[in-house]
């Protein structure tokens, strides 16, 4: 594959995460299933590419499929004799029943990549997305946490009466799993996917395999890496899985988010919290304490700087809030 399909892959995927709770969800069932479609050749060789020689998520490739299917849904034409008009009529379509806009370029990212597969893999000349211009997403600023409302956080959770059925030792695995969170900005599938052997406490620092299986190391706070530890021995947890469920296997990364809803039900915390947001949160402290915007994209792991720069606006609003709430004559 060229430089330029790389790139393309790249931010189709980073489309699909900013894409992340904003887009109509398709059916459970197989989307060519759905849409009554029998299985295409093509449509089945660029989604192998893409899980075997490009590592992309299970995300991805579900919301790809979507894409293409529906796409091929309502086009008789063959993917080589498709025009820029057949994709524009399709975007206007889209448009028309009011999706999102980021919806929009989701299911644009998904045909440019693979036009761009066909192009390599086919020897396909033209690709017709190309010419289609979208409708630019809108920017909107991540919600974040004050500090004082991530202590009331991480704090709950040793606050909380114990449920009788749950081990002694989940009320501290909860602590290390949101210490953890917040002291490195990890992903929601990086935390559930860590085993004991990612956490290194002598260079407190930890392993964290990202998007595309891309490795990082991350440090960790001495606060996380105690709480970490003081769960390890209390759920004595020496190898494997690092953060486990009461039957002791790998908690899933949706049984993380309910730990996470259900302890700020018992805080003063008055807007929904998501473990992105404690990402949010974490990215936006570092830079408010005077952290550089490129050690910042590394900790969190983003290919694009672009992606990191939406917290410099954050932390500039919060600076104007600062200001006008303080200054006599603002």
Partial sequence: MSASSSRADRAGAREVEESR?????????????????????????FLRYLANERNASPRT??????????????????????????FRNYLF????????????????????????????????????????????????LPLVLTRQQVD?????????????SAPSWMPLRDVAIMELFYSSGLRLSELAALDVADVDPYTESVRVFGKGRKERV??????????????RAAANVHAGALFINKARRRISARSVWLVLKRYVRR??????????????????????????????????G????????????????RLKKAYADAHPRA
């Fill in 21 to 45: 709770g904003k887009i109509s969800k398709p059916s459970p069932r197989d989307s060519s299933t759905a849409l009554g479609m029998t299985r295409d050749p093509l449509i089945e060789e």
């Fill in 61 to 86: 490739l579900k919301a790809y499929r979507h894409a293409l299917t529906s796409f091929r849904s309502g086009s008789k034409t063959s993917w080589k004799k498709c025009a820029a008009d057949d």
């Fill in 93 to 140: 379509g889209i448009m028309k029943r009011g999706q999102a806009r980021s919806y929009v370029r989701l299911q644009f990212s998904a045909l440019r990549t693979f036009y761009q597969f066909l192009g390599a893999r086919k020897r396909l000349r033209h690709n017709p997305v190309r010419e289609v211009q979208l409708p630019k997403i809108e920017k909107k």
């Fill in 152 to 164: 009331e956080l991480l704090t709950a959770p040793t606050r909380e009466p114990k449920s009788r």
């Fill in 218 to 231: 991350c440090p960790v706070g001495l606060p996380a890496l105690e709480a970490i530890q003081k769960y």
């Fill in 267 to 300: 805080t003063s915390i008055p807007i929904s919290i998501s473990p992105h947001k404690l990402r949010h949160s974490f990215a936006t402290h570092m830079l408010d304490r005077g952290a550089d915007l490129r050690s910042v994209q590394a900790l969190l």
């Fill in 302 to 317: 983003h290919a694009s700087l672009s992606t990191t720069q939406i917290y410099t606006h954050v932390t500039v609003e």
